[in-house]
T-cell receptor, first 113, second 113 residues
Framework: KQEVTQIPAALSVPEGENLVLNCSFT??????LQWFRQDPGKGLTSLLLIQSSQREQTSGRLNASLDKSSGRSTLYIAASQPGDSATYLCAVLYGGSQGNLIFGKGTKLSVKP | EAQVTQNPRYLITVTGKKLTVTCSQNMNHEYMSWYRQDPGLGLRQIYY???????DKGDVPEGYKVSRKEKRNFPLILESPSPNQTSLYFCASRKQGSNTEAFFGQGTRLTVV
């Protein structure tokens, strides 16, 4: 069964810290991996899309990496701010999945001022 | 502005009363899908559509119907809602292809009493 796991489930850090969120997936035959941000009761905002042929993508203070052979992706957030507090979701589009994104359960991040 | 629009954002209804949640996208995307999000279970796909008049079941289709008569619209129909369909629902769209980004609506919070 194709699964996506995110560890830890929750993380609390002081403002200014650099941090890493982890995502692992069970099948290396992926098309792409997408990181989302979700604020409480709100929709999903796409942060970064990494295609299967790429190793990393960057957007501002965010950097996402992809290692298909080990089934892992990381989201690096530099110089964290209280406004970064949200739940971060990792989603994988597997080959042959008919477009069904498989989501991890997310990491709830809290950045303390 | 490129977006996926869902309506309503919040809905409280009674068991058995038919309802429709609308979803519209303005990006000319071929692929659209519906997810539900539940605590501890994450996001799960209900139905998807690869183009006009082409729909198929996702992982949790029981109790739901969809239609895709126009490319931009993909309504979710609950013919006879039950309390176990109380959830947060998301519509998503993306361009056909293996390396395209998924865009999500703001969500519909449904409560069935």
């Amino acid at each position: 069964k194709q699964e996506v796991t995110q560890i830890p489930a929750a993380l609390s850090v002081p403002e200014g810290e650099n941090l890493v969120l982890n995502c692992s997936f069970t099948d290396s035959a992926i098309y792409n991996l997408q990181w989302f941000r979700q604020d409480p009761g709100k929709g999903l905002t796409s942060l970064l899309l990494i295609q299967s042929s790429q190793r990393e993508q960057t957007s501002g203070r965010l950097n996402a990496s992809l290692d298909k052979s080990s089934g892992r992706s990381t989201l690096y957030i530099a110089a964290s701010q209280p406004g970064d507090s949200a739940t971060y979701l990792c989603a994988v589009l597997y080959g042959g999945s008919q477009g069904n994104l498989i989501f991890g359960k997310g990491t709830k991040l809290s950045v303390k001022p | 502005e490129a977006q996926v629009t869902q309506n309503p954002r919040y809905l409280i209804t009674v068991t058995g009363k038919k309802l429709t949640v609308t979803c519209s996208q303005n990006m000319n995307h071929e692929y659209m899908s519906w997810y539900r999000q539940d605590p501890g279970l994450g996001l799960r796909q209900i139905y998807y559509s690869m183009n006009v008049e082409v729909t198929d079941k996702g992982d949790v289709p029981e109790g739901y119907k969809v239609s895709r008569k126009e490319k931009r619209n993909f309504p979710l129909i609950l013919e006879s809602p039950s309390p176990n369909q109380t959830s947060l629902y998301f519509c998503a769209s993306r361009k056909q292809g293996s390396n395209t980004e998924a865009f999500f609506g703001q969500g519909t919070r449904l409560t069935v009493v």
